[in-house]
């Protein structure tokens, strides 16, 4: 596989970039030299992240972008190319807990445990059906990274969804990798382990945006 090194000039697209982890994703792909696009459904944090790379003179972009919406993730992936000319790695980033059934007793709210696999889930193969077609086009290499977690190897009691999602965001990742094989893209799951970020807050944002 001849993967590139030199991520100078490249773009990244980050989605739940103004937050958390895919923040602390931007900020690391800035310092490599790399255009940032910052994909998230909340404008208000894209407001207070963009300011700090502005601040470096780091090449950034904000986009408002809710990645269950697959009109909406071209119009972004469209605008992130006006811009930057090509994207080459495409961060899979975006996802929300508080989802949590009761398998045992049946307490299952359906309505969030959907809105949890659209984001969780089909929110990857948004961004994966939407980016990867352009990154294999331009033919300049790239990358495809989606953050799972540790809990989908190890699963931890009380989390069977969010577990469970996260165990087929891993094997997703792989199968693209096989698909991948022989080219100049690359795919790959982020697995970290227990760490303290917004992702509460944020989960319950996405929720009150979608269900009220």
């Known amino acids: ?4 090194i030199d991520l100078k000039g490249k773009t990244a697209f980050i989605t739940g970039g103004a937050s958390g982890l895919g ?6 792909c800035a310092r490599e030299g790399m255009n940032v696009a910052i994909a998230d459904f909340r404008q208000s944090a894209i407001d207070e992240a963009v300011p700090w790379f502005e601040k470096h003179g780091f090449p950034v972009m904000g986009v408002n972008l809710d990645v269950t919406d697959r009109e909406g993730y071209v119009k972004a992936a469209d605008a ?3 811009k930057f000319g090509k994207i080459h790695v495409l961060v899979n980033n975006a996802g929300i807990g508080n989802a949590e059934p009761k398998l045992t007793t049946g307490e299952f709210d359906w309505k969030t445990i959907d809105l949890c696999i659209d984001v969780n889930y089909r929110g990857i193969l948004n961004g994966i059906g939407t ?6 086009k331009h033919g300049e290499g790239g990358y ?5 977690s540790m809990s989908g190897i190890f699963p931890v009691k009380g989390f069977p969804m969010y577990d469970s999602l996260k165990m087929g965001v891993i094997t997703l990742m792989e199968e693209l990798a096989m698909e991948l094989e022989g080219t100049n893209v690359g795919s790959a799951a982020f697995c970290p382990g227990p760490y303290s970020t ?9 929720i009150k945006k979608h269900l009220g």
């Open 1 to 4: 596989m001849n993967m590139f």
């Open 23 to 28: 923040l602390g994703i931007a900020k690391a």
């Open 80 to 82: 992130v190319e006006a």
């Open 131 to 136: 980016i990867l077609p352009r990154i294999t």
């Open 144 to 148: 495809v990274v989606s953050t799972a």
């Open 198 to 206: 917004n992702l509460g807050t944020r989960s319950q944002e996405v």
